[in-house]
């Protein structure tokens, strides 16, 4: 059997690569979320907040971020994203290396992760509020080789991951109703917040 060239290889990788790059996008389906739920506590007058933090090593580390509302007396939501990819999607084509001239790098995230925290809050309306969520995370996972030959990255095998991530956390609302807290999340890490009261 006729084995392809390296510089056919090469240029065919080139043009799948360019067309994946100009085609996929990871961050529409996250500014149209993040929007909608924005739109919702507005229109029911919920207290909102935004929480920063830094991810735990063992899910990879990095900054995480979180917009959150409290909709009810005892029940919220919070979106949260953790900026954990090992390595961008965008870099990574989605097939396996077309040839044997290759280091396998092991399985990275080839994302980020995000999710939603459904939030509940049993103090109610009072100033000192501790709460307690309960979320799910999606990520990305890919195990990774790349070319001896072209250094791109290849998809060797792929795969998907929900992750339970769980979270506890001590609001304090003044009488000019801004909120401050803090609170840990088994995915987003350890973080601190502030936010404010919808008139």
Request: include cysteine; charged fraction near 15%; proline fraction near 4%.
């Amino acid at each position: 059997m006729d084995t392809i060239p390296i510089s056919a290889t090469k240029f065919i990788a080139g043009v799948r690569k360019t067309w994946a790059r100009k085609t996929t996008s990871n961050n529409w389906p996250i500014a149209i979320l993040t929007a909608t739920l924005t739109i919702t506590s507005l229109q029911v007058q919920a207290d909102s907040w935004v929480s920063a933090g830094n991810a735990p090593a063992s899910s990879g580390g990095g900054l995480s971020l979180a917009m959150s509302s409290k909709t009810s007396e005892k029940f919220g939501w919070g979106l949260g994203i953790v900026f954990n990819g090992e390595i961008a999607g965008n870099d990574v084509l989605d097939y396996p290396v077309p040839h044997n001239n290759y280091t396998n790098l092991g399985t990275k995230r080839t994302g980020n992760a995000i999710g939603l925290d459904a939030l509940w809050f049993p103090a109610g309306e009072s100033a000192w509020r501790p709460y307690a969520g309960l979320g799910l995370y999606y990520d990305k996972r890919a195990e990774i080789a790349q070319s001896n030959v072209t250094g791109w990255y290849y998809t060797q095998k792929g795969k998907s991951a929900l992750n339970m991530g769980g979270e506890l956390g001590l609001q304090y609302r003044t009488s000019s109703g801004a909120i401050w807290g803090m609170g840990c999340h088994t995915i987003r890490g350890g973080f601190l917040s502030v936010g404010w009261v919808m008139p």
